[in-house]
């Protein structure tokens, strides 16, 4: 009983840095080879002028190098304990003209603001370098690259499978709506594979370092139609598309969508709509708070149950007829034999065209 107790007590203990304990559900794991920390901000390409987004600083064993090559460091943490820490860390050094810490808000002057980065407004910054609580990886994704002004790069800690789902290319095992999304906005990249030792605690996941660049200009495309498109293909992305378009589900959301469209032209007195990416597209990315890092394809085998048949529907030559229109879009873009797993953001591009010159919607 009091070896249990002692050996809890160390174990506790070798979680503990500048007396403060870790949290693992604000996942704490803290940096702790310096070689690897040179490595990352090596890799980030920091130039002297620019500002860096520091997101989870911790006790700041990363923002002391951002601090040597940056101009300056805005860092937002959620942990008090931390914020704390990292004035005790850097007052009196001399990067403490570099990195105002303060729990005042109000101050413009403030460089590290304490709070959760998902209901933050992220400040002006150039380039992001992070090692984050992986819990917030697709959120805090779409929230960066809904961001405004636009940033040149960011460079983000992640656990290994989200970050391998990011670059993940058509036909590879982990191309997904992640994967689709993320790519249409950005172009990423993979920098480093991180073991799970150079953290403290060792998290129970391997990691890996992603560089992401936003794309500017945005494709020409309205990214609610966009993700409705993608999330209808990889609800089973090894089904034909045939397959998942001829479902009764899916032609009555079309159906339905395809009519509130016609009814809306016609009271505009036949104004076209023109689907552009635009700013508001963007904020529904801010929004959401989904997570789309580990979607699984659903795996249903139902298909023929679930397929809409001629003889099927029920009153139904308007339904016939708009699921012919649908099977005839996808025969036109020689997409109805193919699967969502295999077709590249051109392909989706082309695609999603096609549905919306033909009146038909995804949101
Ligand atoms: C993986 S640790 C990284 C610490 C430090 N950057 C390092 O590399 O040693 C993640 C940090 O993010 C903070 N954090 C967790 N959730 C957060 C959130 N929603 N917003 C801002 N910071 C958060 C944690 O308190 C923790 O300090």
């Given at each position: 009983m009091a070896g249990g107790k002692i050996r809890k007590a160390r174990?506790?203990?070798?979680?503990?840095?500048?007396?403060?304990?870790?949290?693992?559900?604000?996942?704490?794991?803290?940096?702790?080879n310096p070689m690897l920390v040179d490595t990352i901000v090596q890799k980030a390409g920091i130039k002297p002028t620019d500002i860096v987004l520091e997101i989870g600083p911790g006790t700041g064993n990363l923002t002391k190098k951002l601090l040597e090559v940056a101009k300056s460091v805005v860092a937002i943490e959620l942990d008090p304990r931390m914020v704390l820490e990292l004035n005790r860390r850097f007052q009196g050094t001399p990067y403490s003209n570099r990195l105002k810490i303060s729990l005042d808000l109000a101050l413009l002057l403030l460089q590290v603001i304490q709070?959760?980065?998902?209901k933050s407004d992220l400040p002006y910054f150039d380039i992001c370098v992070a090692n984050i609580p992986y819990q917030i990886s697709s959120p805090l994704t779409f929230k960066l690259l809904s961001n405004s002004p636009v940033f040149r790069c960011a460079v983000i800690m992640f656990q290994r499978e989200f970050a391998m789902r990011l670059v993940a290319n058509?036909?590879?095992?982990?191309?997904?709506?992640?994967?689709?999304?993320?790519?249409?906005?950005?172009?990423?990249?993979?920098?480093?594979?991180v073991g799970r030792n150079n953290f403290k605690p060792p998290p129970k996941v391997d990691s890996s370092v992603v560089r992401i660049e936003p794309r500017r200009p945005l494709p020409p495309v309205s990214f609610k139609e966009w993700d409705g498109l993608i999330r209808l293909c990889f609800n089973r992305k090894n089904k034909t598309l045939g397959s998942i378009f001829r479902q009764k589900?899916?032609?009555?959301?079309?159906e339905k969508n395809y009519k509130t469209m016609q009814a809306l032209k016609q009271a505009q007195n036949g104004e076209t709509e023109e689907d552009?990416?635009?700013s508001d597209d963007l904020g529904v990315l801010a929004n959401a708070t989904e997570?789309?890092?580990?979607?699984?394809?659903?795996?249903?085998?139902?298909?023929?149950?679930?397929?809409m048949e001629e003889d099927d529907v029920a009153g139904g030559s308007e339904k016939a007829a708009f699921k012919?229109?649908?099977?005839g879009i996808l025969h036109?873009?020689?997409?109805?034999?193919?699967?969502?797993?295999?077709?590249?953001?051109?392909d989706f591009l082309y695609l999603l065209s096609l549905f919306n010159k033909a009146g038909i919607h995804f949101c």
């Open positions: 174990h506790q203990q070798q979680h503990l840095q500048g007396g403060i304990p870790f949290e693992k559900f604000k996942g704490q794991h803290i940096l702790k709070g959760d980065v998902l058509p036909g590879d095992n982990l191309y997904c709506r992640l994967s689709v999304n993320t790519q249409l906005l950005a172009r990423i990249s993979h920098l480093l594979k589900s899916v032609l009555a959301l079309l552009k990416a635009s997570d789309m890092s580990m979607e699984v394809d659903s795996g249903r085998d139902d298909d023929d149950e679930m397929e012919e229109k649908v099977i036109q873009g020689d997409f109805a034999e193919k699967r969502a797993s295999k077709l590249t953001q051109v």
